[in-house]
């Protein structure tokens, strides 16, 4: 196991298992296939935050889940091979029992037992997370930049990640967020040759897509207000890029949230707010910022447990210690204060200073030097991002990288054909002769009939696939099967426990599909925008 850093023990992670509504195909039944254990290149999905956590050597881990999906979570982190590794942390599973699939982020951040766990600063990561940046270099970029001078009554800020969707990986229909951000004050200071600050911002405004179209469909265009310009003179709007969901939030931002509760979303609510407020002075007392901020309020109220700040005379000049910084003492400590004139207005009080939330904008990079920060939460990128993982090479420095791209225990017969470089293959699997395979995932106890062809196919666990079948850039579920002589095409995905005829042809298909969950989230949506909602500073955007 990797040595423990300090960076990490003031830092507890919270991983969201969400329902899954855009798998609802191969999750239509989250009791027994949750979304956190699909296979993404023959792991469970939710290895790959947990593995983050270990590379950063982040220990204190909880796992929030529906009560539904409990039992299969927990099983799986008792019997699964990649989960049961020693190397990794193993986490707490929380299942309230006020949660459900439909639960909003903020939401789950409010329930009492998620509360309790909460002891200190925290970071939430999605369960569809595949991160090959290094955890350690986000805990330091937040240490150097946003956890303000121990001693001094600044608060912490937050960083958060985000990546841009036009890469190499581009998939068709992902979801984007509109993102504004500002520049970071110039450090006169060179930043080491690995730092990420040359990719740091301000974030001053944060929103889903769908929000920036609703405004600019309403109002014809996307009105910038004044203030913003005047506290901020240049600014860069994105409109290709994803929020990533990884937070590093600083523990009063749980006092924030509960003084707030029309948030609904953590993203584009908490974060957004906390943004705009940054620059729009009147948000400030409406969102309880002053007094969440106020540092004697934050003592008196433990809101920085576990943390001691060593005492700071008044009196020390701590810039004069600097040999890059100027000393911003005016006046001599033996000069008298000068005397306020019976007549002169009193000073007004100071301007809550709110700490910036910064962002991380992921770059892109050569095919040869990408790093992947990506969500894995529809079925076409499932598709995509595990073809992508098993064309890795087996000694490649990826942290994502499979060694052992077959696994011994499969049973290959005479005269098949295998792609070695970019095909994965489970344990227990047996592939009949005369197959060719390309450019695709196989799981385990999976049976492969004769002269099958499968090429850029992502097939899960224990599928039967009859012989003379050819399937070009499908997604099998769980416990399936396709029947002697199919044609499938770009596109289809088959739901756990299908079985498709013989013969059947067709392309794009969703077979044995669940639409159930769909309709249930479209009520919940037509719920939400009946009621007075999340924005209590509407008229501030």
Same mark, same amino acid.
């Given at each position: 196991?990797?040595?423990?850093?300090?960076?990490?023990?003031?830092?507890?992670?919270? /991983?969201?298992?969400?329902?899954?509504?855009?798998?609802?195909?191969?999750?239509?039944?989250?009791?027994?296939? *949750?979304? #956190?254990?699909?296979?993404?290149?023959?792991?469970?999905?939710?290895?790959?935050?947990?593995?983050?956590?270990?590379?950063?050597?982040?220990?204190?881990?909880?796992?929030?889940?529906?009560?539904?999906?409990?039992?299969?979570?927990?099983?799986?982190?008792?019997?699964?091979?990649?989960?049961?590794?020693?190397?990794?942390?193993?986490?707490?599973?929380?299942?309230?029992?006020?949660?459900?699939?439909?639960?909003?982020?903020?939401? /789950?951040?409010?329930?009492?037992?998620?509360?309790?766990?909460?002891?200190?600063?925290?970071?939430?990561?999605?369960?569809?997370?595949?991160?090959?940046?290094?955890?350690?270099?986000?805990?330091?970029?937040?240490?150097?930049?946003?956890?303000?001078?121990?001693?001094?009554?600044?608060?912490?800020?937050?960083?958060?990640?985000?990546?841009?969707?036009?890469?190499?990986?581009?998939?068709?229909? +992902?979801?984007?967020?509109?993102?504004? $951000?500002?520049?970071?004050?110039?450090?006169?200071?060179?930043?080491?040759?690995?730092?990420?600050? *040359?990719?740091?911002?301000?974030?001053?405004? @944060?929103?889903?897509?769908?929000?920036?179209?609703?405004?600019?469909?309403?109002?014809?265009?996307?009105?910038?207000?004044?203030?913003?310009?005047?506290?901020?003179?240049? /600014?860069?709007?994105? $409109?290709?890029?994803?929020? #990533?969901?990884?937070?590093?939030?600083?523990?009063?931002?749980?006092?924030?949230?509960?003084?707030?509760?029309?948030?609904?979303?953590?993203?584009?609510?908490?974060?957004?707010?906390?943004?705009?407020?940054?620059?729009?002075?009147?948000?400030?007392?409406?969102?309880?910022?002053?007094?969440?901020?106020?540092?004697?309020?934050?003592?008196?109220?433990?809101?920085?447990?576990?943390?001691?700040?060593?005492?700071?005379?008044?009196?020390?000049?701590?810039?004069?210690?600097?040999?890059?910084?100027?000393?911003?003492?005016?006046?001599?400590?033996?000069?008298?204060?000068?005397?306020?004139?019976?007549?002169? +207005?009193?000073?007004?009080?100071?301007? $809550?200073?709110?700490?910036?939330?910064?962002?991380?904008?992921?770059? $892109?990079?050569?095919?040869?030097?990408?790093?992947?920060?990506?969500?894995?939460?529809?079925?076409?990128?499932?598709?995509? &991002?595990?073809?992508?993982?098993?064309?890795?090479?087996?000694? @490649?420095?990826?942290?994502?990288?499979?060694?052992?791209?077959?696994?011994?225990?499969?049973?290959? #017969?005479?005269?098949?054909?295998?792609?070695?470089?970019?095909?994965?293959?489970?344990?227990?699997?047996?592939?009949?002769?005369?197959?060719?395979?390309?450019?695709?995932?196989?799981? @385990?106890?999976?049976?492969?009939?004769?002269?099958?062809?499968?090429?850029?196919?992502?097939?899960?666990?224990?599928?039967?696939?009859?012989?003379?079948?050819?399937?070009?850039?499908?997604?099998?579920?769980?416990?399936?099967?396709?029947?002697?002589?199919?044609?499938?095409?770009?596109?289809?995905?088959?739901?756990? %426990?299908?079985?498709?005829? +013989?013969?059947?042809?067709?392309?794009?298909?969703? &077979?044995?599909?669940?639409?159930?969950?769909?309709?249930?989230?479209?009520?919940?949506?037509?719920?939400?925008?009946?009621? +007075? %909602?999340?924005?209590?500073?509407?008229?501030?955007?």
């Amino acid at each position: 196991m990797p040595p423990k850093s300090p960076l990490s023990h003031d830092f507890q992670a919270l /991983i969201f298992c969400g329902p899954g509504v855009s798998f609802n195909t191969l999750t239509s039944t989250p009791e027994d296939f *949750p979304k #956190a254990l699909l296979p993404v290149a023959n792991r469970p999905m939710i290895w790959y935050p947990l593995d983050w956590c270990r590379r950063a050597n982040i220990s204190r881990i909880a796992l929030i889940t529906p009560p539904s999906s409990r039992r299969a979570v927990e099983g799986a982190l008792s019997r699964n091979p990649y989960l049961t590794s020693p190397d990794l942390h193993r986490p707490d599973v929380l299942a309230p029992s006020t949660l459900t699939q439909n639960t909003s982020t903020a939401d /789950i951040i409010r329930i009492p037992e998620v509360q309790s766990v909460i002891t200190g600063n925290f970071i939430i990561l999605p369960c569809d997370l595949l991160c090959e940046l290094p955890g350690e270099c986000l805990l330091e970029t937040w240490m150097t930049h946003a956890a303000g001078m121990v001693g001094s009554s600044d608060a912490a800020g937050g960083l958060g990640v985000w990546f841009p969707t036009r890469s190499d990986l581009v998939v068709k229909g +992902e979801e984007t967020n509109f993102l504004i $951000t500002a520049q970071l004050s110039h450090s006169i200071v060179p930043s080491p040759s690995n730092s990420l600050r *040359p990719n740091l911002s301000k974030v001053v405004y @944060s929103s889903t897509t769908d929000t920036l179209n609703d405004i600019t469909a309403s109002k014809k265009s996307f009105p910038v207000r004044h203030g913003l310009l005047r506290r901020h003179g240049k /600014i860069r709007m994105l $409109t290709t890029t994803r929020d #990533a969901h990884i937070y590093l939030f600083p523990y009063w931002t749980l006092d924030f949230i509960n003084r707030n509760p029309k948030f609904d979303s953590i993203s584009e609510d908490a974060v957004g707010w906390w943004a705009k407020a940054t620059w729009q002075d009147g948000l400030i007392p409406k969102l309880g910022l002053d007094h969440i901020l106020h540092l004697s309020s934050r003592d008196k109220e433990g809101l920085v447990p576990n943390q001691i700040y060593n005492k700071i005379e008044q009196d020390v000049d701590i810039a004069s210690l600097s040999t890059t910084h100027i000393s911003n003492l005016l006046t001599p400590p033996s000069a008298p204060p000068s005397p306020i004139s019976p007549t002169q +207005e009193k000073p007004t009080k100071p301007r $809550t200073a709110v700490p910036p939330f910064l962002c991380y904008l992921h770059p $892109t990079s050569s095919p040869s030097q990408q790093t992947i920060v990506r969500r894995v939460d529809t079925t076409p990128l499932l598709l995509s &991002l595990s073809l992508h993982l098993a064309s890795l090479p087996s000694d @490649s420095t990826s942290p994502l990288a499979t060694k052992q791209k077959i696994h011994p225990t499969t049973t290959i #017969a005479a005269r098949t054909t295998i792609s070695p470089n970019d095909v994965l293959i489970g344990a227990n699997t047996t592939i009949n002769q005369f197959t060719t395979i390309k450019n695709s995932v196989v799981g @385990s106890n999976c049976v492969i009939g004769q002269n099958v062809k499968l090429t850029r196919c992502v097939i899960l666990d224990d599928v039967e696939i009859g012989e003379k079948c050819n399937l070009i850039g499908c997604v099998v579920g769980w416990r399936s099967k396709v029947g002697k002589g199919c044609k499938l095409g770009d596109g289809c995905e088959i739901a756990p %426990g299908y079985a498709v005829e +013989e013969g059947f042809e067709g392309a794009g298909e969703v &077979l044995g599909g669940f639409e159930g969950l769909d309709e249930d989230v479209g009520s919940d949506e037509e719920e939400d925008q009946d009621m +007075e %909602g999340g924005d209590s500073a509407a008229d501030d955007n």
